[in-house]
């Protein structure tokens, strides 16, 4: 599974469709996350939120926070502190 969630990363970003982008890395960083990877997935978290901020996709913010719940300060950017 966790190569599939990198391929559509990458296949994302090499069409330049940073929604579509940031939405496979929100859900490979839950999938990391639920499987207790909490450090790899912070990164993830952090540029999902930069692509999601960027376009002001509210409900994505909010998902991506309820699935950060408490460790959401891993991933907030120095702009959002």
């Known amino acids: 599974m966790e190569r599939q969630f990198k ?15 940031a939405v496979a890395l929100l859900e490979y ?3 990391l996350t639920d499987r207790g990877r909490e ?14 901020e960027r376009l002001e996709a509210r409900p994505w913010l909010e998902r ?7 460790g959401r300060a891993l991933v907030e950017t120095p702009a959002s502190s």
Do not use: I, K, N
């Not at 450090?39 to 999601?52: D, G, I, K, Q």
């Open 39 to 52: 450090e790899a997935a912070a990164p993830l978290y952090a540029e999902a939120r930069e692509v999601f």
């Open 29 to 31: 960083a839950e999938w």
């Open 7 to 21: 391929a559509a990363v990458g296949l994302f970003r090499e069409m330049a469709v940073p929604f579509w982008m």
């Open 64 to 70: 991506l926070d309820r699935s950060r719940g408490s």
